[in-house]
């Protein structure tokens, strides 16, 4: 879902577009598969917006945060800037795919403490879902999916970490997880936290050619979690 290496490869070579003289083919085939990935990310991002909007119709009230969630992915999706400074790279796109919407191939779990963990962990997922939304707001329209520099962010959560989406997105799934815990729904977690740290790498090797942001990486040197990583 969201903008957001240690200092990584930054050679000129990479696979990220900076408005590189290019011939007229090459162009028109990035340009059709930028429109498929959008294509996809927005079609998958209404899916989600029709299921939960039922599960809320239907009396699941608790998920109207998630309603609300996948409302603004959408909305600031569909309006973010516009960039040339974006990434081109099919493999940064599947990763980021993956990290925003693995969360949906979660299993739901019914056993006799299914209540209990959901009262239990409805706490952490309201942390995660708030955090979530209060950075996207943040980001506004520098939001999309895949990595791009729509302009830095430093302060709110921003001046905490470097990508407060990411974390509250981890927590508010981890918490998902342990209300549906079983070894499928933890492999699918895993996957999914292995692709959003591949993601921060892929956004970070863009965005590390901005000045900004490397005097930005100095004063918030924490990536997802502050004093760890």
């Known amino acids: ?3 957001e290496q240690t200092a990584m490869d930054t050679d000129p070579s990479r696979d990220v577009h900076e408005s590189k003289p290019a011939t007229v083919e090459p162009l028109r085939r990035i340009e059709w598969a930028q429109m498929l990935v959008t294509g996809l990310a927005a079609g998958l991002t209404t ?3 029709v299921a939960v909007g039922q599960a809320v119709l239907s009396g699941q009230w ?3 945060g998630t309603l609300i969630f996948y409302a603004m992915v959408l909305v ?3 309006n973010r800037r516009r960039t040339p400074h974006s990434s081109h790279s099919p493999h940064h796109w599947i990763f980021a795919l993956s990290g925003t919407f693995l969360p949906f191939a979660i299993s739901p ?3 006799q403490y299914s ?3 959901f009262w239990g962990t409805l706490p952490l997922q309201v942390a995660g879902m708030t955090l979530s939304i209060i950075a996207m707001s943040a980001l506004g329209r520098s939001f999309g999916v895949i990595a791009a520099n729509r302009g830095i962010k430093r302060d709110g959560l921003y001046a905490v970490v470097r990508h407060p989406l990411y974390l509250g997105e981890t927590i508010w799934f981890f918490s998902i997880v342990l209300q549906n815990i079983s070894w499928y729904n933890v492999l699918v977690f895993s996957l999914q936290v292995s692709c ?3 993601r921060i790498f892929d956004e970070e090797g863009l965005l590390r050619r901005d000045p900004m942001y490397q005097q930005y990486t100095t004063l918030v040197p924490f990536r997802l979690i502050p004093r760890l990583f």
Do not use: N, T
């Open 47 to 49: 899916v989600a917006m």
């Open 1 to 3: 879902m969201l903008e």
């Open 62 to 64: 608790w998920k109207m």
């Open 115 to 117: 209540s209990l963990l």
């Open 109 to 111: 779990i019914e056993s």
């Open 76 to 78: 600031l999706f569909v």
């Open 196 to 198: 959003q740290v591949r």
